[in-house]
């Protein structure tokens, strides 16, 4: 038996007729349909797209949650050596669906909120914004797995290599010692 492919999230529904119904959604985005996300990153392999479950739900407040999780392939650049480098980006997160900047402000603080306009929410857009703030700001092979390794080299503006400055250890008497010469 084969594995059907799973569908494509919905890029617009209403989350307030959902969190009334305690809907859950699950399903796909294309990475490459994401313009923002793509140009934070390295690439997205052809054809990678982002898992996401979403469910809405009301709380004890009857205040309107979202709370999703996703996963998306990607590939980032090692800061330390600027090649390529998997990665797979993971979130969890539970947002207020709200409509003025007056409701947000009156939300606990474990619910972000999300900003909707005329009961109805743009998920992709939604889903961006999270897989945005999970990027790490600077990514970094494993040190044992960077082509870089301990064999980085540092040059100077002229092109040739730079040598490794010794720590200087500061004496902490040094001062005393200035004092002594000026008091004759």
């Not at 392999?45 to 982002?50: F, T």
């Not at 700001?137 to 100077?156: S, V």
């Amino acid at each position: 038996m084969s594995k059907a492919s799973p569908t494509e999230l919905p890029k617009t529904v209403d989350p307030y007729r959902l969190a009334e119904q305690n809907s859950t959604l699950e399903g796909t985005i294309p990475l490459g349909d994401l313009t923002r996300f793509q140009e934070a990153v390295l690439g997205v392999d052809e054809g990678a797209a982002c898992s996401v479950k979403l469910s809405f739900y009301m709380d004890g407040e009857r205040r309107r949650v979202v709370s999703g999780e996703l996963e998306a392939p990607v590939n980032l650049e090692c800061q330390r050596c600027m090649g390529s480098m998997p990665v797979t980006l993971n979130s969890r997160f539970s947002l207020g669906l709200v409509t003025s900047d007056e409701q947000a402000q009156q939300l606990p603080r474990d619910l972000e909120p999300f900003l909707t306009e005329d009961f109805t929410a743009n998920l992709w857009s939604m889903v961006e914004d999270e897989l945005l703030l999970v990027l790490p700001p600077f990514p970094l092979h494993d040190r044992n797995e960077c082509p870089a390794g301990e064999e980085l080299t540092a040059f100077e503006p002229d092109g040739s290599e730079a040598e490794p400055e010794a720590p200087k250890k500061e004496n902490p008497f040094s001062v005393l010692a200035g004092l002594k010469k000026t008091k004759h």
